[in-house]
């Protein structure tokens, strides 16, 4: 082959035009590539970069979400523990007044059966109904004010419903 290119004039030069056209269009060939590669390279850092803004927007919601859980469930604890110290002071102060009552109760359970039970002479029935009639007097104004204290721990007991509707979560 390369005979027929010395018999044609100019070949050498064309041989050597065809090889810078082959290597130009080699070089141009070569650039294009890269740019797509580059190109297709910048897209995939832009997709990595948004998907990692948008993992980190993600996480960073549910740690808000969670503290605010933690401080939500936190608040109700601390809602519920002081509904149930106030429970228990008033049960205490119930118990108190109920063992005060009792103690009422059974001092004017004494005081109806001495009462009942005393016999006196004629003449001192006189004395004694006077006596009797006080002391019965004594014993309403007792029971009334027992009656006064009952109601006062009939409000505390209210007090306990309110303790526990505050403590309910709304």
């Known amino acids: 082959m390369s005979f027929l290119l010395n018999l044609i004039p100019g070949a050498a030069g064309l041989r050597n035009v065809c090889i810078g056209l082959l290597v130009l269009s080699l070089a141009v060939c070569g650039s294009g590539l890269y740019g797509h590669h580059k190109g297709v390279m910048q ?11 948008i993992a980190l927007e993600r996480e960073t919601e ?14 109700l604890r601390a809602r519920v523990d002081t509904a149930e110290g106030k429970y228990a ?11 005060a009552a009792r103690r009422d109760s059974d001092r004017l359970r ?4 001495n009462y009942a039970g005393s016999s006196l ?50």
């Open 110 to 113: 004494d005081q109806l059966a």
């Open 62 to 75: 549910a740690r808000v979400a969670s503290e605010n859980f933690r401080r939500t469930e936190a608040d």
């Open 43 to 53: 897209e995939r850092a832009k997709q990595e970069a948004k998907a990692t803004k």
């Open 89 to 99: 002071a008033l049960q205490t102060q119930h118990v108190a007044a109920l063992a």
């Open 121 to 170: 002479p004629a003449d001192a029935a006189c004395a004694a109904d006077r006596e009797h009639a006080r002391t019965l007097g004594q014993l309403l104004s007792e029971s009334v004010q027992l009656q006064e204290a009952l109601a006062g721990d009939a409000e505390v007991n209210a007090d306990a419903v309110r303790a526990l509707l505050e403590a309910w979560p709304k």
